[in-house]
């Protein structure tokens, strides 16, 4: 038994419309990732065994738009914003923090839900930077 935090959202925030922004830690990627890193840390404690709690990152993985849009939105930034400006958080929490779950978001990204991508989950999130743990839909 224990504690789930859905949190944190570690998305970037970009467009003052999406009514989730608060819940963000703004619009830098480094500064996103550290605060990022040092909250699921201080949530699943340094234990070598058990979690105190299992933190959950979240949005996966360009999600920041306005909130009407949120089901039917696709996500296309270029390849460079993609991986220097949306990932860098999510990277840090799984290979730093090693965070416990993630919840890919509910948009698509790369004309792909992001909960069915093959690219996201798997390719990324899996094989490159080797996280083990849950995976969870928003």
């Known amino acids: 038994m224990g504690l789930s935090f859905w949190s944190p959202n570690v998305n970037i925030f970009r467009d003052p419309r999406w009514g989730r922004g608060q819940e963000t830690y703004g619009e ?11 909250f699921v840390k201080g949530l ?4 070598p065994k058990y979690l105190k709690t299992s933190a959950c990152a979240k949005h996966y993985a360009v999600h ?6 949120r089901h039917v939105f696709n996500a296309v930034p270029s390849k460079k914003d993609f991986r220097e400006t ?8 799984v290979q730093e923090a090693h965070v416990e779950a993630v919840m890919c978001a509910y948009n698509r990204t790369y004309d792909k839900p992001c909960c069915g991508s093959e690219y996201l989950l798997n390719d990324i999130l899996r094989k ?3 996280f083990s743990g849950h995976i969870v839909s928003d």
């Open 28 to 38: 830098d990627p480094y500064l996103t990732a550290q605060i990022g890193v040092a």
């Open 44 to 47: 699943q404690g340094d234990h």
């Open 64 to 69: 920041s738009g306005p909130e009407a849009d």
């Open 86 to 93: 949306y990932l860098p958080g999510f990277k840090a929490l």
């Open 128 to 130: 490159d930077w080797g």
